[in-house]
């Protein structure tokens, strides 16, 4: 056992040796003067004279370098646009609420609100006239609503009727803002024109007129808390302008 175990290793070393040989060989040997390997960071070496296929590349512009490249050419200059052009004033106060609301908002388009509180305006004011409550309690605050409630239920207490037909809203305007911690307040100035009237449960007509067409103003103030979910505003004031 112990000559055949040593011969074994022995034809091992052998076989070992012959292969070390072979890539040797193949590889070659290191003589000091091989390339060094390639640094993309260092310098780069310069071009033998007379050599015409090296091309040097232009130094990219620095500041105060009249000389160098322009990067941009013919670029537009950068221009802030007002972004509530038409809405609010520039460096106006109103301007600046509605800056820190769409900050707190990312969501806040004032366009779209605007556009959105006539739509209620003209549903609140339709649904007053005919004491449809349902209609009135998502699109009011709880204390507008119990207003608006009690002005109902006197009517119905009294067996009048209102009758009424809205024209249309010929003017609004965003006319205040105010922003408390996420709470935002936005106040609107609205013209329309309308026809009304009140009768008894005669249907005499004891207030108003069902032909004569007047002009309404009214300022009307909005509210949404920024941290809600809800993304609808809520009637929390109203008043007449004169």
């Known amino acids: 056992m112990g000559e055949s175990s040593t011969l074994i290793n022995l034809i091992l070393l052998a076989i070992a ?34 050599n015409d296929k090296v091309i040097a590349l232009p130094k990219r512009q620095v500041d105060g370098d009249a000389g160098g490249i322009d990067p941009y050419p013919q670029r537009e200059p ?15 106060p109103l301007a600046q609420t509605l800056t820190e609301i769409a900050l707190a908002d990312r969501r806040f388009d004032a366009e779209a609100f605007i556009s959105g509180a006539r739509i ?59 922003l408390e911690a996420k709470r935002a307040r936005l106040t609107v100035t609205f013209t ?11 249907g005499v007509v004891i ?6 067409v007047r002009q309404v103003n009214d300022v009307w103030t909005f509210e949404r808390d920024l941290k809600a979910t809800d993304p609808n505003w809520r009637l929390v004031a109203t008043d007449a302008d004169a």
Request: proline share 6%; with cysteine; glycine share 8%.
């Open 17 to 50: 040796v012959g292969v070390f040989l072979k890539l040797r060989s193949v590889l070659g040997r290191r003589t000091g003067n091989e390339r060094p390997p390639y640094d993309p960071y260092s310098a780069p070496e310069k071009s033998p004279a007379g």
């Open 78 to 92: 950068y221009v802030v646009k007002d972004r509530w052009a038409g809405i609010a004033p520039a460096g106006s």
């Open 120 to 178: 209620a305006y003209e549903m609140i004011v339709t649904a007053f006239a005919k004491g449809d409550r349902q209609a009135l309690r998502p699109l009011l605050d709880e204390h507008v609503y119990q207003s608006f409630d009690s002005v109902i239920a006197g009517r119905e207490t009294r067996g009048e009727q209102v009758e009424q037909h809205f024209i249309g809203i010929t003017k609004s305007a965003l006319s205040a803002a105010a």
């Open 192 to 202: 329309s024109e309308l026809t009304s009237c009140v009768k008894n449960r005669e």
């Open 207 to 212: 207030e108003g007129d069902p032909v004569t």
